[in-house]
């Protein structure tokens, strides 16, 4: 490597640990405020020295559990958060693997209607499914935060360019065999597919693990409650204690980055494959 060469690279990484540190600032800030005491949450806040908790304590995250019913809220995004992945992945996966493989008509119209959903945002169509979900009788349950966001245009999109471009040697293979498509599918395909599933599942949980909006226009009681709503009602809970606050922030974040570093393996190449073949 020559001189030029090793400054370059010296440099580039400089740069992307700069951006990298940039991105996890805010995490830092929140979980050095959680083990402050409350009355030296905000001291040095805008220097690097404020990242260091002096006197670290857990006395906040005690707080969190002694104020309100974390562990409902916990348990209520857990619930429906997984329910949704879960379901979608199966769902959204068969829709995806009939656009790809199955011939039948007004195939290829109904792909690009699908596609098109995509453009569609949650704001737009809130009011009308709100109409809906009332007259079904869902509000203030499980199933109004679960059943709407099971099948997903863009999760379909994200199955449909990996399965595109799967090997139809293998499931011919297994055709000749007297397979049928389900077999075919949970048998060949899925253990296959293993880092367009991982994708799906970390993204589908990203957006439902931090949903504010829906749960907020379809639930009232603590019992159906999530998170997003649950970090919400805390802040305007007197006495306002930021060292609580963070607490409850970086408790409600942990979950996602555990299962980011789960599959973070399979959502890299997961990316880099639909990228490829998309």
């Known amino acids: 490597m020559t001189r030029s060469t090793w400054l370059t690279s010296l440099l580039a990484y400089a740069v992307l640990c700069g951006i990298a540190f940039l991105f996890l600032l805010p995490i830092l ?3 050095s405020g959680s083990l ?13 020295a404020g990242l260091v908790p002096v006197q670290p304590t857990i006395e906040n995250y005690q707080d969190v559990f002694a104020r ?6 916990l348990f209520n995004s857990t619930l429906i958060t997984s329910s949704i992945v879960v379901a979608g992945l199966l769902v959204n996966s068969l829709a995806a693997y009939a656009f790809a493989r199955l011939r039948w008509p007004w195939r290829d119209k109904l792909l690009f209607g699908v596609i098109a959903l ?7 169509i809130a009011v009308p499914l709100f109409y809906q979900v009332t007259l079904l009788g869902w509000r203030d349950t499980y199933l109004v935060q679960i059943v709407p966001f099971i099948a997903n245009a863009f999760s379909i999109y994200l199955f449909y360019s990996f399965f595109i471009g799967f090997p139809r040697e293998l499931e011919e293979a297994a055709r000749i065999d007297g397979a049928g498509p389900f077999r075919i599918f949970f048998t060949i395909v899925v253990p296959n597919a293993k880092p367009v599933f991982a994708s799906v599942a970390i993204l589908t949980f990203l957006t439902q693990w931090g949903s504010f909006l829906w749960p907020l226009m379809v639930t009232h009681s603590e019992n159906v409650r999530p998170l ?7 802040y305007t809970l007197p006495p306002l204690q930021w060292g609580d606050i963070f607490a409850f922030g970086v408790m409600m974040v942990a979950p996602v980055l555990l299962i980011f570093v789960l599959l973070q393996r399979w959502f890299v190449e997961g990316v880099a494959t639909t990228g490829v073949k998309g």
């Open 36 to 48: 402050k005491p409350d009355e030296r949450v905000l001291i040095d806040t805008g220097t690097l």
């Open 29 to 31: 800030m929140m979980l």
């Open 118 to 124: 995509m453009i569609i945002p949650l704001e737009a």
């Open 68 to 73: 309100v019913p974390f562990l409902r809220y």
């Open 228 to 234: 997003p709503l649950g970090i919400a009602a805390f």
